[in-house]
């Protein structure tokens, strides 16, 4: 079975600039989660989908990140404007059941 | 609240030790119990999980422990091998059906051979 995948893995950027990632979920997983890992501590949950529906985006800064799941499968993050503050790796997950599975992220660095 | 910083807590161990990882979480309703291992540019991955029901659960190599009353959690592997080198999180369920998880800070596991 092959497992979440994201791209780009690798971005770098200017503060001020927009960026985008995506995330493909492992084929039948209705329920697919965004989070931001800072340098030295765990993630953190920005947005829940469950097919094409928000059912949490309390810790989404929604003046600069919004996501989307238009047809419930993949899924795009997006920043604009990036700030300093926004380096981090940003982790897609999905899940079935109880058990959440992760992709192996994308490393973003605003310069 | 968890306390923020850049330096993980650390465990270091000989090779074919038994190492143990411990945790405490935030949330007293929390049902919900995973730890996640997470090699150095990888997403974390799935090791064992347990319920608020149970108080052990074991697997190949592993075993979670969970005590309740302090809310506490604890991760032990047998046997400890160079690949076992990764920082290891805990991470509790305090969204109910949602499984929204919180995650703690990690303690970062070094296997010496």
């Known amino acids: 079975e092959a497992g979440v995948a994201q791209s780009p893995r690798y971005k770098i950027i200017e503060k001020r600039q927009s960026v985008a990632f995506w995330c493909n979920p492992i084929?039948?997983?209705?329920?697919l989660y965004w989070y931001q890992q800072i340098l030295g501590q765990g993630p953190k949950l920005l947005i829940q989908f469950q097919n094409n529906g928000v059912v949490d985006d309390s810790q989404l800064p929604k003046d600069r990140f919004s996501a989307e799941r238009l047809k419930g499968v993949d899924s795009t993050l997006k920043i604009q404007p990036a700030k300093l503050e926004d380096s981090a790796v940003y982790l897609c997950a999905s899940r079935v059941g109880e058990t959440q599975y992760f992709g192996p992220g994308t490393r973003l660095l605003v310069l | 609240g968890e306390s923020v910083g850049l330096h993980l807590p650390t465990l270091s161990v000989q090779e074919g030790d038994n190492s143990i990882i411990n945790c405490a979480y935030s949330?007293?309703?929390?049902?919900?119990f995973i730890w996640y291992k997470q090699e150095s540019g990888k997403g974390p991955q799935f090791i064992i999980d347990i319920r608020s029901n149970m108080d052990k659960r074991q697997g190949q190599r592993v075993t979670v422990l969970l005590n309740k009353t302090v809310k506490h959690l604890s991760l032990q592997i047998a046997a400890t091998q160079p690949g076992d080198s990764a920082v290891y999180f805990c991470a509790e369920n305090s969204g109910g059906s949602n499984y929204k998880l919180t995650f703690g800070k990690g303690t970062l596991l070094t296997v010496n051979p």
């Open positions: 949330n007293s309703a929390s049902d919900y």
């Open positions: 084929s039948g997983h209705a329920t």
